[in-house]
């Protein structure tokens, strides 16, 4: 493979981001302002599918719209200082950089809170797509010639392979290493430290580079 050609989609939540304590915040406050309750850390634990999924768990049909809306409206206050980056989330991006590759992020989360994340942790991806999950995810990968979909949820498995792409998950999301194994990723790694060694033997070695050491 040539170095330029390389080109590897991440996940944002869970995947280059802890997102969770931000997400509980923004819950806990939207619980506050609609007198409606929501089990923050139950929310928080189970990041991955589109916002409104989750929202459907605590208001009826009818009230999914505009408490999404509020919910992403909160987001920018108390979501963002508050979520870290992952353990290798900057070192897997640079890696990529110094193979003379392109990092791109496709999440379902709304691109301008995505963005906010990006600029806020100095993460410095060279494109981003927003509000694309699942199988949805393979147009933004398609369109960019990713090889490499890197996601903690089946769901960005799914993506991964609906785009012809290869499926490198880590073990640091709702779902784990068995889960995501028999959910078809080629490459399971505990997290994303281990992803600048499997990007070596990858762009040495071809095919899947190997795994990791998640079991």
Same mark, same amino acid.
């Given at each position: 493979?040539?170095?330029?050609?390389?080109?590897?989609?991440?996940?944002?939540?869970?995947?280059?981001?802890?997102?969770?304590?931000?997400?509980?915040?923004?819950?806990?406050?939207?619980?506050?302002?609609?007198?409606?309750?929501?089990?923050?850390?139950?929310?928080?634990?189970?990041?991955?599918?589109?916002?409104?999924?989750?929202?459907?768990?605590?208001?009826?049909?009818?009230?999914?719209?505009?408490?999404?809306?509020?919910?992403?409206?909160?987001?920018?206050?108390? %979501?963002?200082?508050? @979520?870290?980056?992952?353990? !290798?989330?900057? =070192? $897997?991006?640079?890696?990529? +950089? /110094?193979?003379?590759?392109?990092?791109?992020?496709?999440?379902?989360?709304?691109?301008?809170?995505?963005?906010?994340?990006?600029?806020?942790?100095?993460?410095?991806?060279? %494109?981003?797509?927003? @509000?694309?999950?699942?199988? !949805?995810?393979? =147009? $933004?990968?398609?369109?960019? +010639? /990713?090889?490499?979909?890197?996601?903690?949820?089946?769901?960005?498995?799914?993506?991964?392979?609906?785009?012809?792409?290869?499926?490198?998950?880590?073990?640091?999301?709702?779902?784990?290493?068995?889960?995501?194994?028999?959910? !078809?990723?080629?490459?399971?790694?505990?997290?994303?430290?281990?992803?600048?060694?499997?990007?070596?033997?990858?762009?040495?070695?071809?095919?899947?580079?190997?795994?990791?050491?998640?079991?």
């Amino acid at each position: 493979m040539a170095a330029h050609s390389l080109t590897v989609g991440f996940d944002l939540d869970m995947t280059l981001i802890d997102s969770r304590p931000g997400i509980r915040a923004v819950y806990q406050e939207l619980s506050a302002r609609t007198g409606t309750f929501i089990d923050a850390d139950l929310a928080a634990s189970r990041l991955g599918p589109p916002l409104e999924h989750e929202i459907r768990h605590w208001f009826p049909e009818e009230r999914v719209a505009e408490t999404a809306a509020l919910f992403r409206e909160l987001y920018p206050q108390y %979501a963002v200082a508050a @979520s870290p980056a992952m353990p !290798g989330a900057r =070192e $897997a991006i640079d890696a990529i +950089h /110094a193979a003379g590759g392109r990092a791109i992020v496709v999440t379902a989360k709304y691109e301008p809170n995505a963005k906010l994340h990006l600029e806020h942790l100095g993460l410095d991806v060279d %494109a981003l797509f927003g @509000s694309l999950w699942a199988a !949805g995810k393979a =147009e $933004a990968l398609r369109k960019h +010639h /990713a090889q490499v979909y890197v996601g903690d949820h089946i769901g960005d498995v799914v993506g991964a392979h609906t785009a012809g792409a290869l499926s490198v998950a880590v073990a640091t999301g709702p779902c784990d290493a068995t889960e995501l194994r028999n959910a !078809g990723a080629e490459v399971v790694l505990a997290d994303l430290t281990e992803f600048p060694s499997w990007l070596e033997r990858y762009m040495t070695e071809g095919a899947d580079g190997g795994d990791g050491t998640a079991t």
